[in-house]
């Protein structure tokens, strides 16, 4: 069989429930110092809003949206979630050196369909994440997973909403992953 | 008493240090656990890998817990921590929509950020996408503004809303998590039996 890993021969990943216990005790950590969750889809919004306010300032200033954002002291990347992020990928890169994980540029996808699909369906499907983690004030790590546990009553309906949705519409798109 | 830098306990010249160290142990997290990979993510829908679930409620359970213990022991000033708005309408539309961009796209946006350090590609497109997604979000905002803020229900937690207390909800998420855990292995181990090839 061409296959590069089987199932019996996995990449080493840390055992699922000492990485649970440990983004755990790091929300635990961030909230008891920064009185706020994670998050990620922030970053990328600090980034549509710099490029915005840089090609067409005076439009963005002019968007109710975007102008929330816009301060005439700093740039819009001057934000604590565009910093986490970028630590984010640096300690993403950091494991996967550590675990050999780094290697040339390649694409995951299910034994059914091309990497040429799988891009294009990652195209799509991070275009709808984006839309959607605005509607939802935050993505999974800032609404879902650290707005339930602060208890918010919007972070469990965000959460609820993102796995239940996947659950019912998985089976249609089946030929993605299986 | 924490919160620290909202107390002033830490200074805010500080902020940025400990969001870049803060981040750099979340995405070290993340690809160690698994999730740089798009096939790992998916394998939750499908029941041949149950990674996300197991990650997701640990972390959940263990950061409610332990917010319950930091607030008893007076080291956290619950009245000062960030409380997620709630806009009803909004929230489970974008959360609908975020499911569908989970299932096709294969990441959320904080994994698909350590799959691209990693060298996937099919981060670095889910990341474009996000980019693209926010993109049209802000400059179509004026057509949706009015749903965009419907349903506000203000900073409410489950206790302001139900009445019933927090360590309650921690109780009932911890029992669900054991019971899903103990679940989802069976699925998994059903379901990889007839599983040919699971290529990372």
Redesign the interface.
Known sequence: ?N?????DN??K??N??L????????????????????G??GA??S???T??NTIAPSATKA????SQFVSDDHSPMYT??V??????????????L??G???????????NIT?RK??????????????????????????A??????????????????????????YF??K??? | M?????NGI?GGGW??V?????????????????F????NL?????G?N??VL???????????V??MY?DCLG??DLS?????????G??????????????????????????????????????????????????A??LF?DF?SSGS?G???????TGIP?SY?ALA?TVVALAA?WGTMLIEKRV?KN??????
């Open positions: 069989m296959v590069n890993n089987t199932i996995q990449p990943y840390i699922p429930y990485g649970g216990v440990l983004l755990g005790l790091l929300i635990l950590l961030t909230v008891y110092i920064t009185g706020r969750g994670l990620a889809s990328v919004k980034a549509v809003v490029t915005s968007n109710n949206y975007m604590w979630l910093f986490e992020t970028l630590g984010v990928l640096v300690g993403g890169l950091l494991s996967g550590l675990f994980r780094v290697k040339k540029f390649r694409t995951d996808h299910g034994p990497s799988r891009l294009i369906w990652a195209l799509i499907g991070g275009a709808l994440f984006g839309l959607g983690s605005q509607f939802g004030r935050g993505c999974t790590s800032g609404a997973l650290s707005g339930t546990a602060t208890f918010a009553l919007g972070g469990v309906i965000v959460m609820f909403s993102i796995f239940g949705t996947g659950y019912i519409i998985a798109f089946r993605l992953w299986i | 924490g919160p620290l830098i909202p830490i902020d940025f400990i969001a870049l160290l803060i981040g750099i142990a979340f995405g070290f997290i993340l690809e160690a656990a698994g740089s990979s798009s096939r998916a394998g939750v829908f499908y041949y149950f990674v197991r990650v997701f409620f640990t972390a959940l359970i263990v950061a409610m332990g917010i930091f080291w956290l000062k921590i960030f409380i997620l708005p709630t806009y009803l909004p929230m489970i539309v974008g959360g609908v929509i975020m499911g569908f961009g989970f299932i096709l796209g294969g990441y959320c946006p904080g994994t698909s950020f350590t799959g691209l350090a990693i060298g996937k590609l099919d981060a670095l497109f889910f990341t474009i996408g996000l980019y693209l997604g926010i993109l049209v979000f802000s400059v905002f004026p503004e965009y229900l900073n409410v937690t489950l206790t302001d809303v927090a909800f998420f855990f990889r599983m040919k090839q699971y290529k990372f």
